[in-house]
């Protein structure tokens, strides 16, 4: 099956579009459009007859993720038919260095990822469910919220300890903090009732709550993120693979027989979710009579580093909580590690 490989760079206003042309065994550089729906139509017209030319089956559209610039364009082609892939920005830079790519320009780059697009053929990106998208950009918002919350805070409180501060900073200040805890109660309403909106989310929330280490802080990250899994497998993912892909796989480190490093783990995909599991993970093995602290205490009594069973335990927590997303039923230690 043949595939046409497509790259774009994307910026606020334009995109430039690529082909890697495996007849040439080159990238092709397309053109500027404009990174509205008449530009869209236009790459479609363009890319479609190039895809007839060489007979082409599918189409593979490789972009970098750019603030939410790519996402008008990334809805457009997948409604088309077209794959699309999102990656890290950092795998295409990379690879291009190692493939002798130095320059840095908008055509290059959109040469660039279509090549990678064509010899790695990175993992497809598909739009979550309306309703799981609004309550992603609902989290964004909020966390960008308590964000900007607690620096003003560590402000005001830098502030006390100024000789010669001035009383309007702090009067600002004071207003700000007040203005951001208005601004994020006001948010946490909204997100209730979005929840109140969509039963289905509601519910799979409280089920997620059941699982040993997830908590009100972090379970509705964990519910977008186990549809995220779920959409991006078109419902076939596993917990392996889903341990893989934010990188909370083991990473061996041996090289002969004199190099034996302490194995890692990959630290692929999203950072701040593995973060998030992690900071679960040491809230989570302090409970009592917990599932999560007995797996816990079993890998420090072997003997395992207390880090290294952290991060099993932030594993641990993902596992289950993909288990009780796909069987939809509470969370039960005995069944589910009976099961794994």
Request: hydrophobic letters at 35%.
């Amino acid at each position: 099956m043949k595939t046409l490989s497509v790259g774009v760079d994307v910026s606020e206003k334009t995109v430039d579009v690529a082909y890697w042309d495996q007849d040439e065994n080159e990238p092709v550089w397309v053109g500027k459009y404009p990174n509205n729906h008449k530009g869209f139509q236009a790459i479609e017209r363009k890319i479609e007859k190039r895809r007839k030319d060489i007979n082409a089956s599918t189409i593979h559209l490789v972009m970098e993720p750019s603030g939410g610039y790519e996402q008008p364009l990334a809805h457009f082609v997948h409604q088309q038919g077209w794959r699309v892939s999102l990656p890290n920005p950092v795998y295409p830079k990379r690879w291009g260095e190692s493939v002798g790519r130095r320059a840095k320009t908008d055509p290059q780059d959109a040469r660039n990822l279509a090549h990678f697009g064509f010899v790695n053929d990175p993992l497809p990106w598909k739009p979550l469910p309306p309703e799981v998208e609004q309550l992603r950009h609902l989290l964004d918002r909020l966390d960008n919220l308590k964000k900007m919350l607690s620096q003003e805070k560590n402000r005001a409180h830098a502030a006390e300890y100024h000789v010669n501060g001035h009383e309007a900073v702090c009067d600002d200040l004071a207003e700000v903090i007040s203005f951001l805890e208005q601004r994020i109660e006001k948010l946490q309403k909204v997100i209730k009732e979005h929840l109140k909106a969509h039963p289905h989310l509601k519910k799979q929330r409280k089920l997620l709550l059941t699982v040993s280490g997830v908590g009100t802080k972090n379970v509705l990250h964990i519910l977008v993120m186990m549809h995220r899994w779920d959409v991006l497998t078109d419902g076939e993912g596993d917990a392996s693979g889903l341990v893989a892909y934010l990188g909370l796989d083991p990473k061996p480190h041996v090289s002969g027989t004199s190099v034996r490093k302490r194995s890692g783990i990959s630290r692929q995909g999203n950072r701040p979710m593995r973060s998030r599991l992690f900071m679960s993970a040491l809230g989570g093995i302090k409970g009592k009579n917990s599932p999560l602290t007995a797996f816990y205490q079993r890998l420090v009594g072997r003997g395992k580093p207390k880090k290294l069973a952290l991060v099993a335990a932030a594993r641990k927590i993902l596992v289950w909580s993909w288990a009780v997303f796909r069987t939809n039923t509470p969370f039960d230690a005995a069944r589910f590690e009976a099961s794994q």
